[in-house]
């Protein structure tokens, strides 16, 4: 017998043959199956209903059935023999023994839940999951044909945060193991969730993925010149969600907003910095042209952007004008 909704343990072969019963390899061509036995079961296939043949016979995969029944049957036909004058024809049909698909009282349990983690790193405790039968053991039929898929759930996914690794584990003696999986974006409250049809799907309790979260400008940026470095460079922060500075480091990358300041103005000096105990400090940023209203985007792997306050640049070599902030304040 067999399982509703689990693929069957043995997946159907059908060959062609002539009327003595041998094999005609030559043959090409598709085998199409129906279930017969009663409008309650269905047949479901993985991939298709139809058997691409191959050297003379097709080979299922994936095949399995929803609900249940008795002595059902599946029915096998194809237009692949050959007629006159070189066409083809109906094959005689072939069918199945009749054979039994139960409903199951079967679960998925979670036997291991992810805990704190950093993100972009392996989750410490990698989610593993057990089919259990109604009395709460580990099944006893060949699971390796059940397949369990991880993914965020998607209430606590605020970041839109990406789930990398191997997200579908193939079970093995009842165990479904997963072992690579990791999370982009920090944030808490993070559930997982796994399916396998016909299984009712289970989740993780929440847990926690660590690290920076966002960028925030601590000194804004301020010009004077063009093509001379800014006189008050940008400062970046790499902050978590509680505000406090991250100490994991992290490339800063600067660059002018496109459709402010001057057109076809060009970031120079070193506009890419690795943050040092959470601050990405500037140090030779100049700008290629003068005008006003320049605004500088800063981004990071994984985390939103974010901009400076607008900034103003003269022309360089311009009579009458102060190099010091102090006294152009106090010019009259």
Request: aromatic share 6%; with cysteine.
């Amino acid at each position: 017998g067999f399982l509703s909704g689990i693929p069957f343990r043995i997946q159907p072969v059908v060959e062609l043959q002539d009327l003595g019963g041998n094999k005609i390899a030559e043959g090409d061509g598709v085998v199409n199956v129906t279930l017969l036995g009663g409008s309650g079961p269905r047949l479901l296939p993985t991939i298709s209903t139809t058997g691409l043949i191959r050297e003379g016979a097709a080979q299922f995969v994936g095949l399995r059935v929803a609900g249940s029944g008795n002595s059902l049957i599946l029915r096998f036909s194809s237009r692949a023999c050959a007629g006159v004058n070189g066409t083809f024809t109906d094959c005689l049909p072939t069918q199945s023994r009749p054979f039994k698909v139960t409903a199951t009282s079967h679960r998925m349990f979670m036997s291991v839940h992810p805990t704190t983690s950093a993100a972009g790193q392996t989750l410490r405790g990698q989610p593993v999951i057990q089919i259990l039968d109604q009395d709460g053991l580990l099944v006893d039929w060949e699971t390796s044909r059940v397949l369990v898929r991880a993914s965020i759930l998607t209430s606590t996914n605020e970041k839109n945060a990406s789930l990398s690794g191997s997200r579908t584990s193939v079970c093995c003696q009842g165990v479904c193991a997963f072992s690579d999986l990791s999370i982009d974006k920090a944030l808490p409250g993070y559930r997982l969730v796994f399916s396998s049809p016909p299984f009712v799907p289970i989740m993780t309790n929440m847990f926690e993925v660590t690290g920076p979260v966002k960028l925030v400008v601590s000194q804004q940026p301020v010009g004077l010149l063009a093509e001379q470095p800014l006189k008050l460079q940008p400062v970046i922060k790499i902050q978590d969600y509680q505000n406090n500075t991250s100490p994991e480091n992290q490339t800063v990358v600067a660059r002018i907003r496109e459709g402010t300041g001057a057109v076809g103005a060009v970031l120079s000096g070193n506009f890419s910095i690795t943050s040092v105990k959470g601050e990405a400090t500037f140090t030779d940023l100049a700008v290629s042209a003068y005008g006003s209203g320049f605004v500088l985007d800063f981004a990071s792997e994984f985390l939103d952007s974010i901009s400076s306050l607008p900034f103003d640049l003269l022309q360089a070599g311009r009579p009458n004008v102060c190099i010091d902030l102090k006294s152009c304040a106090n010019d009259t």
